[in-house]
Every structure is written in structure tokens, then in C-alpha cells.
T-cell receptor, first 115, second 113 residues
Framework: AQKVTQAQTEISVVEKEDVTLDCVYE???????LFWYKQPPSGELVFLIR??????QNEISGRYSWNFQKSTSSFNFTITASQVVDSAVYFC????????????FGSGTRLQVQP | ETGVTQTPRHLVMGMTNKKSLKCEQH?????MYWYKQSAKKPLELMFV???????ENNSVPSRFSPECPNSSHLFLHLHTLQPEDSALYLC????????????FGQGTRLTVV
């Protein structure tokens, strides 16, 4: 069985602060994929990143960075110098490498960035 | 280009009504999904279609009936729903092979009265 836990229900920061969203996962699969999605108020889930379980390199994309630690089953997401437009619900998700590719989602973290 | 389009965006229906949600993807993907997002639960997978064939039904009540006439279209037929079925219904698609990330539509906000 797969499980994704996002312990932070809601985070509020002031603009320009850095913020880290935590994600811990459980799976019995040896290979798998991890994802982060952003859900703005409009409702659509926007794909941010995919990470393969065999690639533990951290990734940076502009103000976004992701820290994958297989040893602790964590895939944390950091936003540097947050902006009001970053306000959204962020979901971490997990899928198998082969076979069932449907996503298992965490419960999401609501990020509010105050001006 | 709009990748995944869902219609309608909002729907209010009575418990005795029959309605359908529509999803269309323009990404050339082979897999399509229905997810349910309600206030009290995480995103829940409902159905999976691969190459038009249903490959997963996540114990969804029969009052929800999916249909996938081709790889680009997915429907969710609704009948005799309950108020607790009120939720955001999200459609998604993915390549189904090497590129596994799913792309989502904006969802249909369903209210059952």
C-alpha cells in the first residue's frame, strides 16, 4: 500500500520569506515516482515536478527547490523568497514505476503568503 | 492550447436528476482518470482508463458511471446522487508510459441538493 503524509495543514508566511513544505511517503515498491502539484483557487492542479526514486539529486527551478531523501522517505519542497502568487494548496503525490500509475496524494498544505 | 478541459465548471443537481460530466484532453495521452476532491478527504482516485479500457474502479458506488469512448474523451454519468457526493471532480490524463506525470483539468464543482 502507498501513503503520502503532509503533516502541515496550513502555513502562513510574509512575502519574501522562505518556506518549506514537508512530504513523507510510504511504499513497498523499490522504484516509484514522486510529484508535487500546486492547486490555486481556480481548482486546477498544476504539475510542478516529477522525481524518480533512483535519482536522489536535488533539483532547483527558479525560486523552487526540492530535496529528496530516500533514507528518510521524504520529498520536501522549498519556495525561496515567497510571493503572494505562491498562495495555493500544494500536494505531494506518489505513483508506482510500472503497472498502476495512478497517483496517491497527500492531504495537501495550504500556503498563504501575506503581502 | 488547453491541455485538459472539463465541462461544466459548476453543476447543481437534485438527488433524482441525471447529469454527465465531460472531460477532453488534447495532449495525445493514453490514460485518463477521474478524481474526487471533497472538503474532508484527500484527493481520491475513482476510475482509471488506459487505451479506452477501464483498468481501475476504486470501489466507487454504481451511481457514478464512467464512459471512455476514445482516448481523448472521458465522461462521468451521474444519477440518484446523495448530498455527500458534493465535491470537486477532477479529470486528468497522462502519457501512460515513460512520461507518468498527470495533467489535470480545472474540475467540475458539483453540488447535490
Amino acid at each position: 500500500a502507498q501513503k503520502v503524509t503532509q503533516a502541515q495543514t496550513e502555513i502562513s508566511v510574509v512575502e519574501k520569506e522562505d518556506v518549506t513544505l514537508d512530504c513523507v511517503y510510504e511504499t513497498r515498491d523499490t522504484t516509484y515516482y514522486l510529484f508535487w502539484y500546486k492547486q490555486p483557487p481556480s481548482g486546477e492542479l498544476v504539475f510542478l515536478i516529477r522525481r524518480n526514486s533512483f535519482d536522489e539529486q536535488n533539483e532547483i527551478s527558479g525560486r523552487y527547490s526540492w530535496n529528496f531523501q530516500k533514507s528518510t522517505s521524504s520529498f520536501n519542497f522549498t519556495i525561496t523568497a515567497s510571493q503572494v502568487v505562491d498562495s495555493a494548496v500544494y500536494f505531494c503525490a506518489l505513483s508506482m514505476d510500472t503497472g498502476r500509475r495512478a497517483l496517491t496524494f497527500g492531504s495537501g498544505t495550504r500556503l498563504q503568503v501575506q503581502p | 492550447e488547453t491541455g485538459v478541459t472539463q465541462t461544466p465548471r459548476h453543476l447543481v443537481m437534485g438527488m433524482t436528476n441525471k447529469k454527465s460530466l465531460k472531460c477532453e484532453q488534447h495532449l495525445g495521452h493514453n490514460a485518463m482518470y477521474w478524481y474526487k476532491q471533497s472538503a474532508k478527504k484527500p484527493l481520491e482516485l475513482m476510475f482509471v482508463y488506459n487505451f479506452k479500457e477501464q483498468t481501475e474502479n476504486n470501489s466507487v458506488p454504481s451511481r457514478f458511471s464512467p464512459e471512455c469512448p476514445n482516448s481523448s474523451h472521458l465522461f462521468l454519468h451521474l444519477h440518484t446522487l446523495q448530498p455527500e457526493d458534493s465535491a470537486l471532480y477532477l479529470c486528468a490524463s497522462s502519457h501512460g508510459r515513460d512520461r507518468v506525470e498527470a495533467f489535470f483539468g480545472q474540475g467540475t464543482r458539483l453540488t447535490v441538493v
